[in-house]
């Protein structure tokens, strides 16, 4: 189903949609709480709604032919374990490159580490975890996992579609490195079960373990959490341990997800 998307359509759909509404809104000079919430209903909502509604139409198909709960409960186990490496790569790789950066640049440092407050809006709380936790996980596993990791194999190879759309889905991401290692399991776990509901699974799983870090315990894990420059060389040794500990981890799983995957490339209609 996904060969057949134009994945440059999807690009551009998103960038001009993203583009007229940030200038409505500021036409219109709305609160940045308003703002917020009508670009994310935008880029998650209308414009991926008319997308992938327009396709699923044309082709007559229905979203349950590429999500399907068969298999699901075997699966748990792993995603939870995929999720755990994940997690802690991001977290320990953001230390390194703290730590890297420190010596030569303390206040981009600071930057880095600068807490933004977060509005206590009630409502805006909930839309925000909701967003962070099911709606983005959604959208970008179509987005990255479907439309353009299915495109980019049928131009290249099976690693020259999963490295570009991960590339591209890391870009996007603040956490680039761990985002584009997060994307190369999500698709390889995509390729190898032909149903896209376990990397969603994946990202939920990841996302809501995030949003409950951000808003309910934003100290956690306390060992190897970094707060300011200080940290970067006093927490300096756990996380040491804890990146090299999950870098071997991760390759361990990407080499076990593509192991026996067709890695040849699959043409795909234009």
């Known amino acids: 189903m996904f060969e057949q998307m134009k994945a440059r359509y999807l ?14 809104l500021l036409v219109m000079d709305v609160s940045d709480t308003t703002f917020d919430v009508v670009s994310q209903l935008v880029l998650y909502v209308l414009v ?15 979203v349950w032919s590429v999500l399907s709960f068969g ?30 950066l420190a010596p030569v640049a303390p206040w981009l440092v600071d930057f880095m580490l600068e ?18 936790a099911i709606l983005a996980p959604v959208v970008e596993e179509f987005m990255f996992r479907g439309v353009l990791l299915k495109r980019m194999i049928g131009k290249t190879s099976m690693w020259g579609g999963i490295l570009i759309s991960s590339l591209l889905f890391g870009i996007l991401h ?7 290692l997060f994307g190369v399991v999500a698709s390889l776990l995509y390729l190898r079960t032909n149903n896209l509901l376990l990397p969603i699974l994946l990202h939920i799983i990841n996302n809501s373990l995030a949003a ?8 956690w894990p306390e060992s190897i959490a970094i707060f300011n420059l200080a940290d970067v060389y006093t927490k300096a040794t756990p ?8 870098s071997v981890l991760l390759i361990a799983a990407i080499i076990w997800l593509a192991r026996g995957l067709d890695t040849r490339k699959k043409s795909i209609p234009e």
């Open 212 to 219: 409950a870090a951000m808003f309910l315990a934003p100290t």
């Open 115 to 132: 807490t933004f407050p977060i509005p206590d809006t009630p409502w805006y709380i909930v839309f925000t975890i909701f967003t962070i």
């Open 11 to 24: 690009i551009l759909f998103s960038v001009l949609g993203m583009i007229l509404t940030i200038v409505v």
């Open 71 to 100: 298999g699901i409960q075997k699966w748990l186990p792993a995603l939870f374990g995929l999720v755990a490496v994940s997690i802690a790569f991001s977290l320990s790789m953001f230390w390194f490159q703290l730590f890297v």
């Open 48 to 62: 991926p709604g008319i997308y992938f509604g327009y396709y699923f139409r044309k082709h007559n198909a229905s």
């Open 239 to 246: 996380n040491a341990a804890v990146l090299g500990i999950s």
């Open 174 to 180: 603040l956490d680039i490195i761990g985002a584009f």
